[in-house]
């Protein structure tokens, strides 16, 4: 193919999940009520945080921060996707498809971070209980959030001018439902070998960090946790992060599925499968989790409906 100047390319080709016209329903519906509880479920929790006093405290901010962020995440990708299937159409513009790209690396390295910060938290929570509110202060707090969306938006622009520069060649179909980085690199005529360093070294360096962060807290909590004597006090201590410990392992579980489906097959219906369950499931799941094993959470909710739920 020849390549071709990539200010002339007008649109980008979603390819989505199936061509069926009689799948398109289905898949409209299911993606549209995930999408839906995704929404009101996060919206709930930064409300109760909102709402209620007793969840003024570090670990409940994190937590809303992160909710507000796996909004803007779904929202990035699954709105698209759904007009695309009520216009049947599978187009995207050029700009659309750079912009999605660049706000979905945006969201997803915001949730990477949170979960890194809401890890460090907990160890302090844990292990030095007595000088929590010295360390995790207001300020502390304020900065490491700041820190997590300059450091996200600054990997995103730099990815996403990096792709601005490559030409495409005139075959620009994506096999996903949304821009994907790799895929839209993929589709490039021009050399790509930059554009694939950066990638494979930002993935390394953005992901190993945090996830480093994540184990070394959860030893070190672990290890708290066993010097407890009484059996009530470990279960008091135990239950204050085990749901993050179940949202960070379906956020790295499912990351980890993407990453291998990808790797392993050429099948771009097993790693749409494994897509959608890193950028849909996930975000939608997370309120869920924190709200159904958290009794504080509980209590928020009700007191703002009126002890009605």
């Known amino acids: 193919m020849e390549p071709g100047n990539n200010t002339s390319i ?65 929202s990035t990708t699954i709105p698209k996707m759904l007009m695309n299937i009520q216009t049947q159409s599978k187009a995207i513009t050029h700009a659309g498809c750079i912009t999605q790209m660049c706000f979905f690396l945006v969201f997803v390295e ?13 160890f302090v929570a844990i292990c030095h209980p007595l000088h929590y509110t010295v360390i995790m202060n207001p300020q502390l707090c304020g900065f ?43 589709l490039a005529c021009s050399d790509t070998f930059l554009n694939d360093v950066v990638m494979y070294f930002a993935l390394v360096l953005l992901a190993t960090c945090p996830l480093a962060d994540i184990l070394y807290s959860y030893s070190k909590i672990v290890s708290s946790i066993r010097a407890i004597s009484s059996t009530q006090g470990k279960y008091k201590a135990f239950s ?27 099948s771009s219906h097993s790693t749409s499968t494994a897509l959608v369950m890193y950028t849909v499931v996930t975000p939608m799941l997370n309120p869920f989790i924190y709200s159904l094993r958290n009794n504080d959470v509980k209590r928020a909710l009700k007191s703002l409906f009126g002890g009605k739920i």
């Open 10 to 74: 007008s649109e980008f080709l979603l390819l989505g999940f199936s061509e069926d016209p009689e799948l398109q329903p289905l898949i409209f519906g299911v993606f549209l009520s995930m999408y839906l509880v995704t929404m009101l479920g996060n919206l709930l929790i930064i409300l109760a945080t909102i709402s209620d006093s007793h969840l003024h405290t570090p670990m409940y901010f994190f937590l809303s921060n992160l909710s507000f962020v796996d909004i803007c995440f779904t």
């Open 110 to 122: 915001l949730d990477n971070f949170l979960l890194s910060v809401m890890a460090y938290d907990r």
């Open 144 to 186: 490491l959030v700041l820190v997590c969306w300059i450091l996200s938006v600054l990997h995103a622009l730099l990815q996403s001018l990096m792709v601005l520069h490559l030409s495409f060649c005139t075959h620009l179909e994506i096999p996903h439902f949304f821009c994907e980085l790799k895929q839209v690199v993929q």
């Open 240 to 266: 204050t992060y085990v749901s993050h410990l179940s949202v960070v392992s379906l956020f790295y579980c499912t990351g980890l599925g993407v990453y291998l489906s990808s790797a392993a097959t050429h």
